[in-house]
């Protein structure tokens, strides 16, 4: 999504990530997550492709998967970092008993660590039961991405897609610039060749035109509102980077309108008033077991 805004970038860029996990956790399709653990062997070896600071860990933890190994690759140093200091920590706040590894940690049997790198290439080096690409398949050239996923998952092997962004952007209460600033917004992010605003159907696309099998399919439509005049957990604070994230991708020269449409959404944000909605997929996808 670009520079995040406001105050140190380092520190803007983790409270974002850690901002939209309340978001994050009340979209994620919940047949389609079912689907998964129903699927998912006992002892499970995960890979993560932009794994941020970690999220997915308790998320397994909480679904059951107390046995195998977590191995979450992010390329932001700073990100890696914060997950590898802060995550067995905050897992032992909430009451497991993790222990803390060089990478990462450890709840009983099961190992998870964070690694710097470019995610495509490093998960390919080895085979996993589940590999999870989150809120990722849109930041990255949609065909070579799922090439090298399937390639990490290996021969029956799932690939878990959540929360890919398919080309909505919707704030509420209407503005009259509001088509025009998500049209002009759409182009900016398609306008990067490695970036897809309708990531989503395409890659519906993609897992149905190969040889494995599309386990499950659903909507995961992240929706942010006010509540009592307040936003849950940090959701304002995620609400204020969307809004950094227009203002740094639209133009006034291209938009007249959109220095206007800023200002009203944010007073709009510090009333307690602006809602947002982002239109996005989760898939499962198991790929061609050996000799199919």
């Known amino acids: 999504m670009g520079e995040l805004p406001g105050g140190d970038m380092k520190h803007a860029q983790i409270r974002y990530l850690e901002a939209k996990h309340s978001v994050d956790e009340r979209s994620r ?50 990100v890696v970092a914060y997950a590898q200091r802060t995550r067995p920590a905050a897992l032992r706040y909430r009451g497991y008993s993790a222990v803390d590894t060089e990478s990462g940690g450890t709840v009983g049997d099961f190992r998870f660590g964070f690694e710097v790198g470019d995610a495509l290439q490093v ?15 849109d930041l990255v050239p949609l065909e070579s991405a799922v090439d090298m996923l399937t390639a990490a998952a290996g021969d029956g092997g799932l690939v ?12 509420q209460p209407d503005h009259p610039a509001d088509d025009e600033i998500q049209q002009a917004y759409h182009e900016a992010i398609d306008n990067d060749a490695d970036r897809e605003t309708r990531a989503g159907r ?10 494995g099998s599309l386990l499950a399919a659903d909507a995961s439509d992240a929706i942010v509102r006010p509540r009592n005049g307040g936003y849950p957990a940090d959701e304002r604070y995620f609400l204020s980077c969307l809004l950094g994230f227009v203002e740094e991708s639209v133009q006034p020269e291209a938009v007249p309108a959109v220095d206007d449409w800023l200002s009203v959404r944010r007073d ?10 982002g239109h996005r997929y989760d898939f499962l996808y198991r790929t061609p077991a050996e000799g199919e």
């Open 29 to 78: 399709s919940r047949r389609v997550a079912d689907r998964l653990f129903e699927a998912l062997p006992a002892s499970p070896t995960v890979g993560e492709a932009g794994a941020g600071t970690g999220a997915a860990v308790p998320w397994l933890l909480e679904r059951g998967v107390t046995a195998g190994s977590y191995r979450g690759v992010d390329l932001s140093p700073t």
């Open 123 to 137: 998960l390919r080096e080895r085979d996993h039961d589940l590999v999870v690409a989150q809120q990722f398949m």
């Open 160 to 171: 878990y897609c959540p929360l890919t962004f398919d080309g909505v952007t919707v704030f």
């Open 202 to 211: 395409h890659l519906l696309e993609e897992f149905r035109d190969r040889g």
């Open 268 to 277: 709009q944000l510090v009333d307690g008033q602006l809602s947002y909605v």
